[in-house]
């Protein structure tokens, strides 16, 4: 199998001017990237297979894939500390969570790169004397985000004091629990104290090795047996303990020294390599692969090799929410930069989400200063709406991702009390009346969050622009807050805009670890009441409404029961004006945080076994795999010849000079071979 790296790289050099230009490159430090050249009007149409010495390269035999989360961001663009501290729903057991916030407390994130930095680094990837200086360089930077990460969480005092400890007690003094100044966990029985000492135990073996390749070694090796709470009479062993362990911590946290190009090439490196091989996907060794979800399930239909195609890259802007404003070491603006120049790169293979938040537009046009951080930059800070608008517009993002669980409602703001926001982790006042200085107009907080919720749906649904919202009650800074992403919110926001292009991520937690009790393993309240939204009437409220599948932990649990659910909720004959939720569901991982769950390696392999076995329920009736893993999201993004986000990438192509004609990204050339 080639390297997706260096199938990209001889594509582009000889696009550059045949094998004579390529030499030459390959040999030199001229630049890999083509001259920009002004936006195409109309882009030419791309040859969906090769005639012979056309040059043009024949799709590949591979099935169209598209996963529509992922992130690809690191510790400068994300308010760790903040994030971890306020959410109220990791999937962590109490003494995790517990050291996970005495750790990143005062972890710092200096070596971690930046926008900028990886902007210049860019820059100087595209001058390596050959693609095998390019992966080293690469791998290079892969040792120094281990290094930097394992040198972070050696200094913080958590891991000091336990190391001085062990070290004591090891030379005969005092035992290391009883010289350790333990932070306990609030109401926790003795057990989550003596849980916490093993994450500890683990967390030091893992660091011990000074080089990454040692770290995977001791990595593969079982981590130790953690004495959990004995399994509640009835439920399910598979999904009776917290799927996170010390292992995905550490590998998140490695994974926010590294660059975020980087952080993209090790996304592929993990799922790609089984998706090349078809043997692997239809004869996955999974539960589900084994045996029939149903008696009058058929044998399993062929299923061609996949490939990851199109990625997209979510950002996020969590400034107002968790930090009053101040801005992150990288600001939005550089992190949407950059993210332009991985889009290029990668030949179109990831393309971003711009980040929304409606506090920060209503802090922008109220005129309020941020709290005070050493990052903050009123520049870099503040993006106005028209300034995000023009990242999807001409600027290489396709859509837009939004956080209501981190304090808003989809719609419907102006209804809740102003003391909704009266929070100690937000402004004062966001709990007040806010007045706009360009016309001196007073509104309430909600009411202003409506304003500026009007104004991008209506610009979404005015340009075709698909947007991504989290849609379960998780990840968010209060209890309370992670109710707004409920469907209630969404059903409102639907009624007023009837065609707007939105993905209800998480899809309400419909992947959630099933009971294990039959009687309850159906499809989730919220996850039944978000499905409830889709239409398919022509012009009415819901017909550009999807989910994703994203960060299903049950997947990796309990593939068996999470197949079932849905080939139970596929069967269904859907209501009059209502879709089959099969032909609005679509693949997604939500890499990075995906990296957290121990078996998160085995996630693409898993959830195709999953869907193979659903196509063997439904059989006789039309297959599924081909629509959620990719047909799906050409349909929610607008990726056929001739819709509005095709001509903008069309456009955004030719302005970084790809040649569209003879070396289109992938996904667009399976798109065409599909249609001719």
Known sequence: MQDPLESYLR???????????????????????????????????????????????????????????????????????????????????????????ALIQDLSWSLAPTAQ???????????????????????????????????????????????????????????????????????????????????LQRLARL??????????????????????????????AACNSPTVNI???????????????????????????????????????????????????????SQPARTIDLAIANLVDYDW??????????????????????????????????????????????????????????????LPFDDLAQAVMTGGCIGVKMYPPMGFLPLGNALLLQNTWKVDWLPDWMAGDVTYPEDGTRKSFGERLDEELDRLYAWAIANDVPITAHAENTNG??????????????????????SLRINFAHTGDITACPSGNPATNGTPGNARNLIGLFGNVPGGAGQFAYCDLSYGEGILEDETQ???????????????????????????????????EANYAKYFQEFTAMLNAIDRGLSPSPAVTARIFGWNAVDWLGLRKGEPTRQRLEAFYCSRGMDLANHPPQWMRKIESANA
């Open 11 to 101: 594509r582009r050099l000889l696009q550059a001017g045949g094998a004579a230009v390529a030499t030459a490159m390959l040999s030199g430090c001229r630049s890999l990237f083509v001259a920009p050249l002004p936006p195409c009007s109309t882009a030419p149409s791309v040859a969906p297979n090769a005639s012979p010495g056309s040059g043009v390269q024949p799709a590949s035999d591979s099935a169209l894939t598209i996963d529509v989360h992922v992130h690809i961001f690191n510790g400068t663009d994300l308010q760790v500390r903040q994030f971890i501290e306020r959410n109220t729903n990791l999937d962590y057991d109490p003494a995790l969570k517990n050291l996970a916030g």
């Open 117 to 199: 930095e990886e902007t210049r680094e860019l820059a100087e990837l595209a001058k390596c004397s050959g693609i095998a200086a390019m992966k080293d360089r690469i791998e290079a930077h892969r040792e120094n985000a281990f290094r930097n990460a394992r040198n972070a969480l050696r200094k913080t005092k958590t891991y000091r004091e336990y190391m001085q400890g062990r070290n004591r007690s090891k030379a005969g003094g005092p035992p290391a629990g009883a010289q350790m100044p333990e932070v306990r966990v609030p109401g926790a029985a003795a057990a989550n104290q003596q849980l916490r000492q093993q994450h």
């Open 207 to 236: 660091l011990a090795p000074a080089t990454r390749a040692g770290y995977k070694t001791v990595k593969a090796q079982a981590p130790l047996a953690l004495e959990l709470a004995p399994q509640a009479a009835g439920g399910n």
């Open 247 to 301: 292992d995905g911590l550490v590998d998140f946290i490695i994974q926010g020294f590294q660059y975020r190009f980087v952080s993209f090439e090790d996304y592929l490196d993990t799922y790609t390599p089984a998706a090349d091989s078809a043997s692997t996907l239809t004869t996955a060794p999974s539960a589900l692969a084994a045996q029939s979800v149903s008696p009058n399930a058929g044998s399993a239909p």
């Open 321 to 382: 929410p968790l930090a009053k404003g101040a801005r992150t070491r990288s600001s939005l603006r550089d992190q949407i930069r950059v993210m332009a120049s991985i889009s290029e790169l990668t030949n179109g293979r990831v393309h971003g989400f711009i980040p929304y938040d409606p506090m920060k537009q209503v802090a922008i046009r109220a005129k309020k200063r941020p709290a005070k951080s050493c990052w903050f930059s009123p520049r870099g800070s503040e």
């Open 477 to 498: 800074a209060s209890a309370l807050f992670e109710g707004f992403a409920l469907y209630q919110g969404w059903g409102t926001a639907l009624e007023k805009y009837k």
């Open 562 to 596: 999470i197949g079932e659910r849905l080939l139970a909720l596929f069967r269904q004959t859907p209501p009059s004006g209502s879709p089959n939720p099969s032909s609005r569901m679509m693949y997604g991982t939500d890499w990075f945080f995906l990296i957290e």
